[in-house]
């Protein structure tokens, strides 16, 4: 489980430096929240703290098992949300039926 969060906090990372401050994908967080979960059918799914230029941001990604959508959010502390990501075709590794191999 955890290699799979900071895997896809990796991934994630890599993509999205900073919240671009006239982002037309964003609002309050309980906003977006709502609308991920009524008209999505998504929850979360995994998440983690992204530390730029000193200032921490929230990401998530939220998925749903029943339509296969995802979406990658970034959150402020001030409680902007930001959809930086969205998609089809989600799924789930499980980590633990993975082979195990030697730490790198």
Same mark, same amino acid.
């Given at each position: 489980?955890? %290699?799979?969060?900071?895997? *896809?906090?990796?991934?994630?990372?890599?993509? #999205?430096?900073?919240?671009?401050? $006239?982002?037309? !994908?964003?609002? @309050? %967080?309980?906003?977006?929240?709502? %609308?991920?979960? !009524?008209?999505?059918? @998504?929850? #979360?799914?995994?998440?983690?703290?992204? *530390?730029?230029?000193?200032?921490? &941001?929230?990401?998530?990604?939220? !998925?749903?098992?029943?339509?296969? &959508? #995802?979406?990658?959010?970034? &959150? *402020?502390? /001030?409680?902007?949300?930001?959809?930086?990501? *969205?998609?089809?075709?989600? $799924?789930?590794? /499980?980590?633990?039926?993975?082979?195990?191999?030697? @730490? !790198?």
């Amino acid at each position: 489980m955890v %290699r799979q969060l900071l895997t *896809t906090m990796a991934v994630v990372g890599l993509g #999205f430096a900073a919240i671009p401050a $006239h982002a037309a !994908s964003c609002a @309050e %967080r309980d906003t977006v929240v709502k %609308r991920l979960e !009524s008209q999505y059918d @998504e929850m #979360f799914s995994a998440g983690g703290l992204q *530390t730029i230029r000193n200032k921490q &941001t929230l990401v998530e990604v939220w !998925s749903s098992q029943e339509t296969g &959508t #995802f979406t990658v959010m970034l &959150t *402020t502390p /001030d409680g902007l949300a930001c959809v930086v990501a *969205t998609g089809t075709d989600w $799924h789930q590794v /499980d980590v633990d039926a993975l082979p195990q191999g030697s @730490e !790198s």
